[in-house]
């Protein structure tokens, strides 16, 4: 098997493992990553009703001045002030985080701690 097809299938495996744990409701919805090696962007997401509540990228126009290069941990935590302000203004205070298939740290951890620092809690 292709090497590249090979990790892929070990992502995928690892990404439906961490979200058959995890299910956003109204009070408590899912924090969803998503990282790629240019940009970063999250969502929050109400899996019962399917709908997003709140999300912030580093392609927002409104965040894309606070960054200089999207793809690091400095973009991250700006990332996770932004989606932390976004989501006490829509009122929610408490949310489930998805990592997907990316492990905890770098990023992902500096993203976490913003998020804490803005008001979420996990």
Same mark, same amino acid.
């Given at each position: 098997?292709?090497? *590249?097809?090979k990790l892929q299938k070990k992502r995928l495996?690892?990404?439906?493992?961490?979200? *058959?744990?995890?299910? =956003?409701?109204?009070?408590?919805?899912?924090?969803?990553?998503?990282?790629?090696?240019?940009?970063?962007?999250?969502?929050?997401?109400?899996?019962?009703?399917?709908?997003?509540?709140?999300?912030?990228?580093?392609?927002?126009?409104?965040?894309?001045?606070?960054?200089?290069? =999207? %793809? *690091?941990?400095?973009?991250?935590?700006?990332?996770?002030?932004?989606?932390?302000?976004?989501?006490?203004?829509?009122?929610?205070?408490?949310?489930?985080?998805?990592? %997907?298939?990316?492990?905890?740290? =770098?990023?992902?951890?500096?993203?976490?701690?913003?998020?804490?620092? %803005?008001?979420?809690?996990?």
């Amino acid at each position: 098997m292709d090497k *590249n097809k090979k990790l892929q299938k070990k992502r995928l495996r690892r990404r439906q493992h961490v979200r *058959n744990k995890l299910r =956003g409701t109204a009070e408590q919805p899912r924090m969803c990553i998503n990282r790629t090696l240019k940009h970063f962007s999250c969502q929050v997401v109400d899996d019962l009703s399917g709908k997003t509540l709140v999300s912030a990228s580093t392609r927002d126009k409104a965040v894309r001045s606070d960054v200089s290069v =999207g %793809g *690091n941990c400095d973009a991250a935590a700006v990332i996770g002030k932004a989606i932390a302000e976004k989501a006490s203004a829509a009122g929610i205070k408490r949310v489930r985080l998805d990592r %997907g298939h990316n492990k905890y740290h =770098g990023r992902v951890q500096a993203f976490a701690e913003a998020a804490r620092e %803005g008001g979420l809690e996990f």
